[in-house]
């Protein structure tokens, strides 16, 4: 799913993604500086491989998103020191964010049940 993001103005833009067992649900408001803010959730499970015993297991996701979204490159001449997801070609793809930010997830320290349970 794919976003133009000139069809983003003040008036909150709201959308809806579901890929297999995640979905991402928020909006996209034109904010400072020529930056899109999203607000989002990113909720269901994922699979992933438990940092102990190496199993693979479901981890439930329950996150709150927010950062910016440049089209194009950003330059932060102020020193905001803000989280921006540069674009390309004017448009924001859904799906490509929700898979980096699972990426990042399951890069995450993750123990089953078994293991955290055996820690006691």
Do not use: W
Request: contains cysteine; hydrophobic residues 35%; glycine residues 6%.
């Amino acid at each position: 799913m794919k976003i133009t993001l000139r069809k983003v103005g003040k008036t909150p833009f709201e959308f809806e993604r579901k890929l297999d067992s995640i979905e991402l649900k928020g909006f996209l408001q034109h904010d400072k500086e020529n930056l899109i803010a999203l607000k989002a959730k990113l909720t269901g499970t994922v699979e992933t491989q438990c940092a102990d015993c190496g199993d693979e297991f479901d981890l439930e996701v329950d996150e709150d998103l927010e950062f910016y979204i440049s089209d194009g490159v950003f330059i932060d001449e102020n020193n905001a020191n803000i989280d921006v997801v540069e674009t390309q070609n004017g448009e924001l793809d859904v799906d490509e964010l929700i898979n980096s930010e699972i990426e990042l997830i399951k890069s995450d320290y993750h123990c089953c049940e078994f293991c955290v349970m055996g820690e006691d």
